[in-house]
């Protein structure tokens, strides 16, 4: 199979990533992550990107345990994010087609890249420092 590469992130592919959320339901992500943990990991020191890291492979537990009822988002979320080796645009329907194993190669290398383990952090840290409760 050709080689697939990963755009940076953009504020777009949030609004996307919010899609995919959306439609896996907000409290299986917020039940997923607890207040107390983030503090925790603050207070131990942890920076805010090994806190993302935690949280990124987090999410993408739940996307994997959810990938059946977001199907159709997420082939369009991870089709924005990738470009073709040559440069051309991933369609969904290319995402849809992939083997099995090399999805999941693909889910394991993109919870794993910087932008978005940064993101999470600032979201951590977010989170854990300006809201009194998560839920809020």
Request: include cysteine.
């Given at each position: 199979?050709?080689?697939?590469?990963?755009?940076d992130?953009?504020?777009?592919?949030?609004?996307?990533?919010?899609?995919?959320?959306?439609?896996?339901?907000?409290?299986?992500i917020?039940?997923?992550?607890?207040?107390?943990?983030?503090?925790?990991?603050?207070?131990?020191?942890?920076?805010?990107?090994?806190?993302?890291?935690?949280?990124?492979?987090?999410?993408?537990?739940?996307?994997?345990?959810?990938?059946?009822?977001?199907?159709?988002?997420?082939?369009?979320?991870?089709?924005?994010?990738?470009?073709w080796?040559?440069?051309l645009?991933?369609?969904?329907?290319?995402?849809?087609?992939?083997?099995?194993?090399?999805?999941?190669?693909?889910?394991?290398?993109?919870?794993?890249?910087?932008?978005?383990?940064?993101f999470?952090?600032?979201?951590?840290?977010?989170?854990?420092v300006?809201?009194?409760?998560?839920?809020?």
């Amino acid at each position: 199979m050709k080689e697939i590469k990963f755009n940076d992130l953009t504020v777009d592919n949030v609004f996307d990533f919010c899609a995919v959320l959306d439609k896996i339901g907000l409290d299986n992500i917020l039940g997923a992550f607890s207040k107390d943990e983030i503090l925790a990991m603050q207070s131990a020191g942890d920076d805010s990107k090994t806190i993302g890291i935690a949280l990124a492979m987090k999410m993408g537990g739940i996307l994997i345990k959810h990938l059946s009822g977001a199907r159709d988002e997420i082939y369009n979320f991870f089709a924005r994010c990738m470009v073709w080796e040559s440069g051309l645009p991933v369609s969904p329907e290319d995402v849809r087609n992939f083997k099995p194993g090399y999805f999941l190669k693909l889910l394991k290398d993109f919870f794993k890249k910087d932008d978005l383990s940064d993101f999470f952090g600032e979201v951590a840290e977010f989170v854990g420092v300006e809201q009194e409760d998560l839920k809020n």
